[in-house]
């Protein structure tokens, strides 16, 4: 097949990592012959320093042309002043928005030769596989916001609204479907009345249209609880944008580290964007000491929603399983043991893919 891919390795460990998923997407296009045009754009913290904006609009355009995206991270020190015009997170959120991605898809599939690298215990984590569903383009992320009472108080409002919550929660309804049917919403709604909404609008879609499934709902403090302490009880788990975005993070203690976990973003049609769920990690950059699993398991997930590459993602993800297998470990997942390099991983990752 042929396709369009645009890259935006941001800032941070970004390059490091995007240029080992780009070496992989080369990999798989020579072996099932395939043309990928691969374009690579700026976003975040480089894109403020070139052009003053987080997301420029030649970034957008390429974009929209394509059928997938790849992201590094974006943000950094650099660009940490809170009284700056912009961010780099504001070119992220941006793109998520632009491109109406509204659902953010975060597997947790702890690999069976990772079970003693996780901080909790192996059976805990043995047989745990969760699809988190994090609803990325509302929420308190993008209510209105600002400064009032001469900057002496800030605020940033909390809104969903029905459809919103509905086409989310029915996508958790179908993901379910096809694996162990069972949907865990989460909310704060003994407190929040936007919470109240999403739950009474998650209880009637999955009432009225999904009724053959196994549905809960988990208040989102417990919830980070249940997460460490019986996380295989949890298939596939709905939230809103910032309860999403924490309880993630937490999870990725699950499988072990922040640099293993891949996500996708995806619309109800265009191109979808697909990135690692961890950000720039300033403290590493530079070193190349970055994991870029992440980010190749976000290429395998790019080539199976967006392009329909099946067996092609899952040759990714085996072959990643293959090279965790024979012991290969970067620094955040070595926990003492000898460890190597970004490029080392991805050259073992390569040489399964040859
Ligand atoms: P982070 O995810 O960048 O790093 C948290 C910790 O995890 C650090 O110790 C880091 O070294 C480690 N880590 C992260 N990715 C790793 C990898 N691939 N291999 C090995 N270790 C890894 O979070 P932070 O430090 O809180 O944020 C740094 C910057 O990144 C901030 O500007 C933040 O806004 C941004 N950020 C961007 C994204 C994104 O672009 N999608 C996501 C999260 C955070
Ligand atoms: C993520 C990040 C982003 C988020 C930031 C950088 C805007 O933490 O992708 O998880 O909060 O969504
Ligand atoms: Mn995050």
Request: a negative charge; one cysteine or more.
């Amino acid at each position: 097949m042929e396709a369009n891919i645009v890259l935006l390795p941001g800032d941070g460990i970004g390059p490091e990592i995007v240029a080992q998923a780009e070496r992989v997407i080369h990999a798989v296009a020579k072996k099932f012959g395939h043309t990928f045009h691969l374009e690579s754009h700026d976003i975040g913290g480089i894109a403020i320093d070139k052009y003053g904006d987080p997301l420029p609009a030649a970034t957008i355009a390429a974009c929209k042309k394509s059928q997938a995206i790849l992201l590094g991270a974006v943000g950094g020190p650099k660009w940490d002043d809170p009284t700056a015009k912009t961010r780099p997170e504001k070119g992220l959120l941006a793109i998520r928005k632009e491109l109406d991605l509204f659902a953010n898809l975060r597997p947790i599939n702890p690999s069976k030769h990772l079970l003693d690298s996780s901080p909790l215990k192996r059976e805990i984590v043995e047989g745990v596989d969760i699809l988190f569903l994090r609803e990325l383009t509302g929420g308190i992320y993008f209510g209105d916001s600002g400064r009032r009472e001469n900057d002496t108080v800030a605020y940033n409002e909390m809104v969903y609204s029905v459809p919103e919550v509905e086409r989310i929660v029915r996508l958790a309804g179908e993901a379910a479907r096809g694996r162990r049917g069972k949907v865990t919403s989460v909310d704060k709604a003994n407190v929040l009345e936007v919470s109240r909404l999403w739950r009474q609008v998650s209880d009637r879609i999955m009432k009225e249209e999904f009724s053959d499934l196994q549905y809960e709902v988990v208040l989102v403090d417990a919830m980070a609880m249940h997460l460490i302490s019986r996380p295989k009880d949890f298939d596939v788990v709905v939230t809103g944008n910032m309860f999403g975005d924490i309880l993630t993070d937490e999870a990725s203690m699950l499988p072990g580290s922040l640099g293993l976990l891949p996500s996708a973003s995806v619309g109800s049609s265009g191109p979808g964007l697909y990135e690692p769920i961890h950000g720039s990690a300033p403290d590493i950059a530079g070193t190349g000491k970055a994991n870029p699993l992440a980010t190749i398991l976000a290429t395998a997930m790019l080539f199976r929603h967006s392009l329909k590459l099946e067996e092609e993602a899952a040759l990714i993800e085996q072959a990643v399983d293959t090279v965790l297998g024979a012991g290969h470990r970067t620094a955040d997942i070595a926990y003492g043991q000898p460890s190597i390099g970004t490029v080392e991983m991805a050259d073992h990752v390569l040489e399964q893919l040859n």
